[in-house]
């Protein structure tokens, strides 16, 4: 199965294709959404409220029998470390699920600052998204973390230039966001009165 982690304020089409190409590419069963709890690398900025989050991604998943959401971060107390999710999401799968970690090119650079890499590494491999602007490359990792070509892989797709922060920042000078996420979405952050205020 794979898992896809993310702060999702709000979740869009970057995320879906991300989700929906790794599910074709590596024959996954299923995708688990994952939205972050106060998420660790986003200290200094105002998150939206979990609830909130959390019913967007809902509704960009109610209508993909494939993606299921998991509230496990969100019922933790403080940060929650990738890590720590992958081996709960392993226990509850059993010892023979093999799990991908489904991660945006943007990540790949500072896989080493997170917590605990290699013990990530061991518990599942990490599927590699492109993102605009993000070549996948693997040369940086090779010298500290060997096991990286064995236990990293490539899952090309449309690259698409949207993100979470683009659309918040959108939302709050007046200009459009449709086509880059649900409509259901879109409608859910008007409805709510999400991201009016530029940060
Ligand atoms: P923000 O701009 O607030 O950081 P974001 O668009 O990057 O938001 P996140 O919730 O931070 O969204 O991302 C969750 C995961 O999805 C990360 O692994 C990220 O790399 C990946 N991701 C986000 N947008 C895209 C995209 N357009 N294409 C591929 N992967 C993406
Ligand atoms: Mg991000």
Do not use: C
Request: glycine share 6%.
């Amino acid at each position: 199965m794979g898992l896809l982690g993310g702060t999702f304020d709000p979740i869009h089409y970057g995320h879906l294709v991300a989700a929906e190409e790794s599910l074709y590419r590596l024959r996954l069963d299923r995708v688990l959404l994952v939205p972050a709890g106060q998420p660790p690398h986003k200290l200094g900025r105002r998150v939206t409220p979990a609830a909130q989050r959390l019913a967007m991604v809902r509704l960009a998943a109610a209508d993909n029998a494939a993606l299921a959401v998991s509230t496990i971060e969100l019922e933790r107390h403080g940060p929650s470390y990738s890590v720590d999710t992958v081996a709960a999401v392993r226990e509850q799968a059993g010892p023979g699920a093999e799990i991908f970690f489904i991660v945006g090119s943007d990540a790949l650079p500072d896989l080493l600052t997170w917590y605990r890499p290699r013990r990530l590494l061991q518990l599942s491999t990490l599927a590699v998204v492109s993102r605009p602007g993000y070549p996948f490359d693997l040369s940086h990792l090779s010298a500290s973390l060997p096991e990286a070509a064995q236990r990293i892989v490539h899952v090309p797709a449309p690259e698409l230039a949207i993100s979470s922060s683009d659309l918040r920042a959108r939302v709050a000078a007046g200009r459009p966001i449709r086509y880059q996420l649900p409509e259901a979405v879109e409608l859910y952050i008007r409805q709510q009165g999400l991201y009016i205020q530029s940060p």
